[in-house]
Structures are given as C-alpha cells and as structure tokens.
C-alpha cells in the first residue's frame, strides 16, 4: 500500500479513484462500513481506494487543550486502512492554514484536482471544510454541478455508521478506554485495543521481584484506564505472540516513577530480550483496578494472584508463544 505526506507525492499520472475522507483515528467498524462500500465502489469502476486523513488531529490545532488522546498512531493507522481495503493513504498535514479552507476549495483542489474522484464515500454524518460548513449533501452537490459543467464529475455516497449501543465513534472506544472496558472497545473496533511502541529499559524492579516486564510508554496515545489486564504481546519483526499479565499506570507501590506506561510480564517466560523490539501490548480482559500496596510482599500476593487470572483468562496453560 502507498502513503503519500502530502498533495505533491501522488502521482501526476494518477487515474480516477474512489476517495474516503476522514480522521479514521482508530479505524473502527463504523469507518470499516465506509471502507468496504468505497472498495465496493472502487471494484465496480476498476479503481483504487484512497484514503484522505489528517495529522496531527484537527482538534490539537483547533483547540489545543480539548485535543483527544490518538488511539491509532498515523503510521498503525495506514497499515489498518490497508488491511480492511484501501489501496493507498493521503496524509494532509492540518494546519491553520488548512482549516481555513473552504468546503468547495477542499473538493476541487484535493478530491478533483488532485485524486481525480469518480466517487466520494463517507460516513453519513461527515463534516469538513472551514467552519465544518460542507457535508454530504454538498458533496452531492458539487458532483452534479460538475457534471453539467462538462467537467470531472463524482458521485457522492453517505454511509450509515450505526450498529452497536450507539454509533460507532473514536469517541465512544476512548470512553470506553477511560472506564477500562476493553472488551467493550474491542466490540466497537473489530478487534483488541493495542498499544505499540518500542520496549524500553525501566528501573528493573519487576526482574527483581521475579515478574520481568516489557515497558512501553503511552505518551499521547489512547490506553486503558489505570489497572491489570490479562492480553497479548507480540513481537512486530517475527510476529511471535505471548500471553500476558499487563499493568497500566504509574507504579503507586513504589516511588519516582510518574509517566503512565504498559508494563507487560510475558507469562512463564523469563528468557525473552525484548528491548528495542517493537512489540504490540493488546488487551482482552481487565483484571482489576490499580491499588497502592502498604508492603512489597503485599504486593507480590497482589502479582502472583494476576498472573493466574490472566492464565485463566487466556487459556494460557504456560510454556512458549502463540504464533
């Protein structure tokens, strides 16, 4: 699949495509629906798919201090689009100088000018343009007025999002994040809530206490509520998958440490080295919530008890990776 970071890296020879549009933060179902019916669309007229998104998130330009946390960062975001059907991603830089671009602007620099659109499929409730004055039925619009101008004309296609208790939105996962209900997260993505990142070096007290985990920090990204988990960490070079026992937060037990980061302790495996690897930390169950311990002994009761949980929870009977 191809990403291109801006309007000057797709091709001049580019021919017509079928074009989706969104943050797609997440990639869940409901952008899911609006991805297969453009690939339906695509299919029907010979073309490829392309994905139109932004970084960083308008939100972080717009309103700084109302900007969500990312559950999907741009690069995990290309690879999830291509799985489920797109053929390549447009990266668009949004800036304040972006944001100040009118609805019309958008279509006939970026959807005609650039992607040749034959179709333009998004989600029934999209918005864009300054203002977020345009939406799908001036999409609608626009397609017809261009049509009977004698020019490149597209046909403009609103998906439903629904299904589930609402509709399916990257805000509804990040709530369902803050109350730590991953598997109610997973239901609205498809598939488990992640955190990828490269493994780093702590302070090596879970080596020490006979519980070695693989550390990675959250940083801006979406990440469950504070606590255990019991889920999954695999090795992105080999693709080797282990069962876990996971804790998000801060380490209340112990002093000095403040950054909120993924510890994961591979279950019945202390032999791996995983530092520098980038690995994917994925969350199936919550164990319980993160509680501060009066004593270290307290606390290793505390870690023996989520490792059987996680164990049963897995269905882990122990021994080697899942691949």
Same mark, same amino acid.
């Given at each position: 699949?191809?990403?291109?970071?801006?309007?000057?890296?797709?091709?001049?020879?580019?021919?017509?495509?079928?074009?989706?549009?969104?943050?797609?933060?997440?990639?869940?179902?409901?952008?899911?629906?609006?991805?297969?019916?453009?690939?339906?669309?695509?299919?029907?007229?010979?073309?490829?798919?392309?994905?139109?998104?932004?970084?960083?998130?308008?939100?972080?330009?717009?309103?700084?201090?109302?900007?969500?946390?990312?559950?999907?960062?741009?690069?995990?975001?290309?690879?999830?689009?291509?799985?489920?059907?797109?053929?390549?991603?447009?990266?668009?830089?949004?800036?304040?100088?972006?944001?100040?671009?009118?609805?019309?602007?958008?279509?006939?620099?970026?959807?005609? &000018?650039?992607? =040749?659109? /034959? @179709?333009?499929? *998004? !989600?029934? +409730?999209?918005? #864009?343009?300054?203002?977020?004055?345009?939406? $799908?039925?001036?999409?609608e619009r626009m397609g017809r007025e261009l049509d009977s101008a004698g020019e490149q004309e597209f046909r403009a296609v609103g998906v439903p999002l629904g299904s589930g208790p609402?509709?399916?939105?990257?805000?509804?996962?990040?709530?369902c994040l803050a109350d730590g209900d991953v598997e109610a997260a997973a239901a609205a993505l498809g598939r488990p809530v992640s955190v990828v990142g490269p493994v780093q070096r702590g302070d090596q007290r879970g080596?020490?206490?006979?519980?070695?985990?693989?550390?990675?920090?959250?940083?801006?990204?979406?990440?469950?509520?504070?606590?255990?988990?019991?889920?999954?960490?695999?090795?992105?070079?080999? &693709?080797?998958? =282990?069962? /876990? @026992?996971?804790? *998000? !937060?801060? +380490?209340?037990? #112990?002093?000095?440490?403040?950054?909120?980061? $993924?510890?994961?302790?591979?279950?019945?495996?202390?032999?791996?080295?995983?530092?520098?690897?980038?690995?994917?930390?994925?969350?199936?169950?919550?164990?319980?919530?993160?509680?501060?311990?009066?004593?270290?002994?307290?606390?290793?009761?505390?870690?023996?008890?989520?490792?059987?949980?996680?164990?049963?929870?897995?269905?882990?009977?122990?021994?080697?990776?899942?691949?």
């Amino acid at each position: 699949m191809r990403v291109w970071r801006s309007l000057a890296d797709v091709p001049a020879d580019l021919g017509r495509t079928v074009v989706t549009v969104g943050n797609f933060d997440g990639v869940h179902l409901g952008h899911q629906r609006v991805i297969r019916r453009a690939r339906d669309e695509a299919d029907a007229l010979q073309a490829p798919v392309v994905a139109v998104t932004f970084d960083p998130h308008p939100m972080a330009v717009l309103r700084p201090h109302q900007a969500p946390a990312v559950i999907t960062s741009v690069e995990r975001r290309a690879d999830l689009l291509g799985a489920v059907g797109v053929d390549a991603v447009l990266v668009l830089r949004f800036d304040r100088d972006l944001a100040s671009w009118s609805p019309e602007r958008f279509v006939e620099e970026i959807l005609v &000018g650039t992607l =040749h659109a /034959a @179709a333009v499929v *998004v !989600g029934e +409730n999209f918005r #864009f343009g300054s203002r977020a004055a345009g939406d $799908v039925a001036l999409l609608e619009r626009m397609g017809r007025e261009l049509d009977s101008a004698g020019e490149q004309e597209f046909r403009a296609v609103g998906v439903p999002l629904g299904s589930g208790p609402e509709v399916w939105s990257s805000s509804y996962v990040r709530r369902c994040l803050a109350d730590g209900d991953v598997e109610a997260a997973a239901a609205a993505l498809g598939r488990p809530v992640s955190v990828v990142g490269p493994v780093q070096r702590g302070d090596q007290r879970g080596r020490e206490l006979g519980y070695p985990t693989a550390n990675v920090a959250i940083g801006a990204k979406a990440a469950p509520a504070d606590g255990v988990y019991a889920g999954w960490l695999t090795v992105l070079q080999d &693709g080797a998958r =282990h069962p /876990a @026992a996971i804790s *998000v !937060g801060t +380490n209340p037990t #112990f002093e000095g440490q403040r950054l909120r980061r $993924v510890e994961a302790h591979v279950l019945d495996r202390d032999d791996l080295d995983l530092y520098d690897r980038v690995v994917e930390v994925s969350f199936t169950h919550r164990l319980r919530g993160m509680a501060r311990f009066d004593s270290v002994a307290e606390l290793l009761d505390a870690m023996a008890r989520d490792v059987t949980e996680a164990r049963h929870a897995l269905g882990a009977s122990g021994g080697g990776a899942d691949r």
